[in-house]
């Protein structure tokens, strides 16, 4: 395999050479004292990921009855994010651990960078396409179920994969043959264009700036939208309110005047010297009774009414910021870090920059827990399967 690599890679070139060579200081060396920790973190966050991500695909397909295409988006995520962690995370696990050197060849790297670029973009795509889905949901309201069909769905995620494919694909594969010359090191996986300033910073805004300012503009629309429908929403409500108050102000008035009517008919009965105690008590109770359980109704109705309007605001905005947070939380250093190692190799601390690439990852692994967290749903199913693995550990 070594000598296969050797003579299909073209020379390198001695600058990219002697700066990478400059650069070998700024790895911290994996002694006992790393590694092990190292190690045990990483498969940790291996684990983690595998299993949640799987857990979100299987409550998808248990649930596969009620499930609708905000539910579609999620599933194809868990699907992008399980082959970040089964793929992208071991096989570059075993490249850290080996102190940064690539064991499994030249052309085993260019396809490993291929599924990881494109589960990437992909990855971010998804992201739009939810943001974009829940402001159509609001825009469109009752014509969404007509419009957005399983079809349009599917239709949407073909052309993102085919979209992320391409996106870094070509330059993935043949940028060394285009310009005729490699950048790769012996034993090292990286790609060809890491140091080519104007591709690597057009691509990162395209990869991230353009993407994170949309994610935001959708998700402020969104949010506008979502305050004005609760704000026409709360009026409504208020409306109600003060119907049901009417009602029910009525209904006790004439309850009332029924028991006042009924008593009194008792008493005019009773000075006739007609005994019905029980009937009188029967009545009586049954009149009370009522009484009390319109008050117990407007009561509960106002209850409803106060938590039926705050509700969709809390539980929306959480969401949207959990979501923008974390988008710019995990991609924003590598992102950065890859732009300043473009113009200036020494200025980035080479085991800080493979941490953010390394943070980038970990979004996938958080991803489930976010949607477990937010709809009820997955979290169901998640408590279910937790129990069940935690019965097949004590049953062995």
């Given at each position: 395999m070594k000598n296969l690599t050797d003579k299909l890679r073209v020379p390198i070139i001695s600058n990219?050479?002697?700066?990478?060579?400059?650069?070998?200081?700024?790895?911290?060396?994996?002694?006992?004292?790393?590694?092990?920790?190292?190690a045990i973190g990483l498969?940790?966050?291996?684990?983690?990921?595998?299993?949640?991500?799987?857990?979100?695909?299987?409550?998808?397909?248990?649930?596969?009855h009620h499930n609708k295409v905000y539910d579609f988006y999620i599933f194809n995520l868990a699907v992008t994010d399980l082959?970040?962690?089964?793929?992208?995370?071991?096989?570059?696990?075993?490249?850290?651990?080996?102190?940064?050197?690539?064991?499994?060849?030249?052309?085993?790297c260019k396809i490993w960078l291929l599924i990881?670029?494109?589960?990437?973009?992909?990855?971010?795509?998804?992201?739009?396409?939810?943001?974009?889905?829940r402001l159509l949901m609001i825009s469109l309201r009752t014509k969404y179920e007509n419009?957005?069909?399983?079809?349009?769905?599917?239709?949407?995620?073909?052309?993102?994969?085919?979209?992320?494919?391409?996106?870094?694909?070509?330059?993935?594969?043949a940028w060394n043959y285009l310009v005729g010359y490699s950048t790769a090191e012996y034993m090292d996986c990286d790609v060809e264009f890491v140091y080519e300033n104007d591709f690597v910073i057009t691509m990162s805004i395209l990869d991230f700036l353009l993407p994170a300012v949309s994610l935001a503009v959708i998700n402020g629309c969104l949010l506008i939208k979502i305050f004005s429908w609760t704000d026409r929403k709360?009026?409504?409500?208020?409306c109600q309110e003060a119907n049901t108050r009417q009602c029910f102000s009525v209904s006790e008035h004439a309850l009332s005047t029924q028991c006042y009517v009924s008593t009194s008919l008792h008493q005019n009965k009773a000075s006739a010297n007609i005994s019905m105690p029980m009937l009188r008590d029967e009545r009586s109770s049954f009149h009370s009774d009522n009484c009390l359980k319109s008050k117990k109704i407007g009561a509960l109705a106002k209850e409803n009414i106060k938590h039926t309007a705050a509700k969709p605001k809390l539980k929306?905005?959480?969401?949207?910021?959990?979501?923008?947070?974390?988008?710019?939380?995990?991609?924003?250093p590598y992102t950065i870090t890859t732009v300043v190692i473009s113009f200036c190799n020494k200025c980035v601390n080479q085991s800080?920059?493979?941490?953010?690439?390394?943070?980038?990852?970990?979004?996938?692994?958080?991803?489930?827990?976010?949607?477990?967290?937010?709809?009820?749903?997955?979290?169901?199913?998640?408590?279910?399967?937790?129990?069940?693995?935690?019965?097949?550990?004590?049953?062995?």
């Open positions: 990219a050479t002697d700066e990478n060579d400059d650069d070998s200081d700024d790895f911290i060396a994996m002694v006992t004292e790393i590694f092990v920790p190292t498969i940790i966050l291996i684990v983690l990921g595998v299993g949640g991500n799987i857990m979100t695909m299987l409550a998808y397909v248990e649930n596969r082959i970040l962690c089964s793929v992208s995370m071991p096989l570059y696990t075993v490249y850290t651990l080996m102190n940064f050197t690539w064991p499994f060849g030249y052309w085993f990881d670029f494109t589960a990437c973009t992909e990855a971010t795509a998804l992201i739009l396409i939810l943001s974009m889905d419009q957005i069909t399983w079809k349009v769905a599917k239709t949407v995620l073909i052309i993102s994969w085919i979209i992320s494919l391409i996106y870094y694909g070509p330059a993935i594969l709360g009026k409504s409500h208020k929306s905005a959480k969401l949207l910021a959990m979501l923008v947070f974390s988008f710019l939380f995990f991609w924003s800080l920059y493979e941490f953010f690439n390394w943070l980038l990852w970990m979004k996938s692994a958080v991803n489930p827990f976010l949607y477990a967290y937010n709809i009820p749903r997955y979290r169901q199913c998640f408590k279910k399967y937790m129990k069940m693995l935690g019965k097949c550990r004590n049953s062995h």
